[in-house]
Each structure stands twice: as structure tokens, then as C-alpha cells.
């Protein structure tokens, strides 16, 4: 005969079950969250593009629709809200502005996009297929530095057929993709995302910034900075802060927007004048001193990753035969110099910023 606690704890097990069962069938019958997920999306995205274009400095919201095939094979339509964002793409370079997309919670419920109040959307630009090829690029280097560290934004590429909301004749379908928003990189790392203006380089954790160091050079990347903003502003220089609290330490810097690095190469980009390089193609080390000592674990590491890497770039058919091989030779220089003690010591080890002590 069963214990009188055992049955209790028995039926404490059952009770748990009857309840939980249930949410669990619910999310197993879910299709799988956007940034699970490395497919290209088909989408068709209907705004009223002209206007948004003819008031590109204005930070309104607009009504868009997104419809798109779901995991399902069946196409779903979701009422949203858009806005110009960014600066130099939105004001000066593109023809068509990088967009911000808002989110009604109730009715992303059971779709892939549940769970996603805004995403940032990085679009066509301009119809000439090299702009294409940029953001093709841009993309795989948010993918390299997933194979790197989950402390990192995901994305999720877009094939996007952009609809005039209020003209018939405007029409094009160019790739996209979506950045992952800060919190869910911060939920994912048991972190908080950060609202600080500025930090000191030696709060940021010593193993994730040398990751962070060390990509940014392989990828031909000086704009950015992980310790302050422009003009005071809340940190940092195309990265994000995310840690425990905004008084704890270790910080964690996440970098975005890559469109200005040397393995994309884009002829509107240009190095900052005080760095005093030749072009955007050439590599400068802008890691911190203090972290050196993780460096041999570092390169290990992107030595393991070198052919998901190459990879990439190699499988993407995306990528036009010239633009991949001239990415693949621009990584495999990264991998001769940090696998030659004596370039390793002149062009990172030498270079680092701020004491070692």
C-alpha cells in the first residue's frame, strides 16, 4: 500500500502535468520564433513608401502591412506600423530609408513574429544590384559573429516585395533582413540591456570584448565605439550595451551596422580621417590592451570557426561570383596575419588601446 506522502507527492506530479500539458501542446503547435529559424522569408510589404520618402527627416509612424509565407506553406497578413530610422542611409545615401517596424502584440500572437514588439529592418536602398550586394554582405557578418558568440544580434534574411500603399505603380522586390531587437539579445545571455552614457573600456568583460576586438578587425571595422556615444549621447558608437545592472560589472558590447567595413566595401564609405588609413579595405586593430591575455584563446577560436566562415560566403548564391571571391580573399588575409606571430605582434598585439594593467 502507497505511503500517505507518496501519494501526495503523486498527485502534486499529476496536478502539475494536467496544467502544464497543455501550454505545452500550445507551443509545440506554434510555428518556430523568427530568429530560430536561417530560411529566407518571402514577404510582401504594402506602405505608403512615397510619402515616407517625401518626408524622410520625419520620425512618424505609418500604416503598413507585412504578408508573408509562414513555416505552415500558407501566407499571413499583419497590420503594423513603420518609420524611417538612422541617419546617413535614411538622409544621404539611399533612395529608400531603413525602416523600423512596430508590432501589435495581440496580433503577432501564434505567428513567427510573436514576442516582437519593434525590429529593425534593413532594406534595398537603392534598386542598382552592387547596393544588393552590400547588404548581402552585411548580413553574413552579423552571421559570422553568431558563430562566434550567442553574445550577438541575430537576423533573419527577407526576400521583400515592396508595394506602394497608395501607388500601383510602384513595385520592387529586393533582399532584406531583420535585426533581432537588444532585449532578446539580453534575455538570451541572462543579461539586462544598458542605459548608460558612457563606461569605462575596463568594465567590459575582458573575454567577450576580445571576441568583439578581433571580429571587428577581421571584418575591416573602425566605426564604432564600445565605451561612449556621439556627442554624450546614451552608449555607445554602433554597439549596444548589455549586462546585469547598469552599476554591475562585467558589460557586454554588442556591435551592429557593418555596411561601412572593408569585407563589404561599399564606395560611399569611407575611414575616419584621424586613423589616418588609406581606404576602407584596411585593417586596423582598435581592441583594448587588457584583454590581450585572451587573445591565444580568441584566435583558437575563430581558427575552429574559419570553415563555417568561409563557409558563409562560399554556399550564399545570393552573392555574385565577384563579391564572393573577393570576400573569402579579404577573410583568408585576416587568417595569415593572426597566424604569423610576427604580423600578429605588429598589426593587434602592438595596436591595442589603453593599459594592460
Not at 66 to 95: F, K, M, W
Not at 161 to 184: A, G, M, N, P, V
Request: hydrophobic share 35%; net charge positive.
Amino acid at each position: 500500500m502507497m505511503p500517505a506522502d507518496s501519494k501526495f507527492r503523486l498527485s502534486v506530479v499529476l496536478l502539475a502535468l494536467v496544467l502544464v500539458a497543455p501550454l505545452m501542446a500550445q507551443e509545440i503547435n506554434k510555428p518556430p520564433r523568427l530568429f530560430s529559424d536561417n530560411d529566407e522569408m518571402n514577404v510582401t510589404f504594402s506602405g505608403p513608401w512615397r510619402s515616407i520618402r517625401n518626408n524622410i527627416k520625419k520620425d512618424a509612424l505609418y500604416p503598413a502591412q507585412l504578408t508573408y509565407t509562414g513555416a505552415d506553406g500558407n501566407q499571413h497578413t499583419i497590420d503594423v506600423e513603420v518609420t524611417p530610422r538612422g541617419i546617413s542611409r535614411r538622409e544621404r545615401l539611399c533612395d529608400f530609408p531603413p525602416l523600423k517596424i512596430y508590432f501589435d502584440k495581440e496580433k503577432v500572437k501564434h505567428t513567427e513574429f510573436r514576442g516582437n514588439k519593434s525590429l529593425k529592418l534593413v532594406t534595398y536602398c537603392n534598386t542598382r544590384s552592387k547596393y544588393e550586394q552590400y547588404y548581402i554582405k552585411e548580413f553574413l557578418i552579423y552571421r559570422i559573429y553568431n558563430l562566434i558568440t550567442g553574445f550577438s544580434f541575430r537576423v533573419r534574411p527577407l526576400f521583400v516585395e515592396y508595394k506602394d500603399s497608395q501607388s500601383s505603380k510602384f513595385s520592387t522586390s529586393r533582399f532584406s533582413f531583420l535585426i533581432e531587437d537588444l532585449d532578446d539579445v539580453a534575455r538570451r545571455n541572462n543579461v539586462n540591456k544598458l542605459a548608460i552614457p558612457q563606461i569605462k573600456y575596463k568594465t567590459l568583460d575582458p573575454v567577450e570584448i576580445s571576441k568583439f576586438s578581433l571580429f571587428q578587425f577581421m571584418v575591416g571595422n573602425v566605426d564604432f565605439s564600445s565605451v561612449n556615444g556621439p556627442e554624450g549621447d546614451r552608449c555607445c558608437h554602433n554597439t549596444k550595451l548589455i549586462g546585469a545592472h547598469d552599476t554591475q560589472v562585467p558589460r557586454y558590447s554588442i556591435p551592429y551596422d557593418f555596411d561601412s567595413t572593408g569585407l563589404v566595401d561599399a564606395h560611399y564609405a569611407y575611414p575616419p580621417e584621424a586613423l589616418k588609413l588609406r581606404n576602407i579595405r584596411q585593417r586596423k586593430y582598435r581592441g583594448f590592451c587588457f584583454a590581450n591575455d585572451q587573445l591565444p584563446d580568441t584566435i583558437a577560436l575563430f581558427n575552429q570557426k574559419k570553415p563555417a566562415i568561409l563557409g558563409l560566403f562560399k554556399n550564399d548564391v545570393r552573392l555574385n561570383d565577384n563579391n564572393r571571391r573577393k570576400a573569402i580573399k579579404y577573410i583568408e588575409a585576416f587568417y595569415k596575419i593572426i597566424n604569423d606571430p610576427r604580423e600578429l605582434k605588429a598589426k593587434i598585439i602592438d595596436q591595442c588601446r589603453g593599459s594592460a594593467l
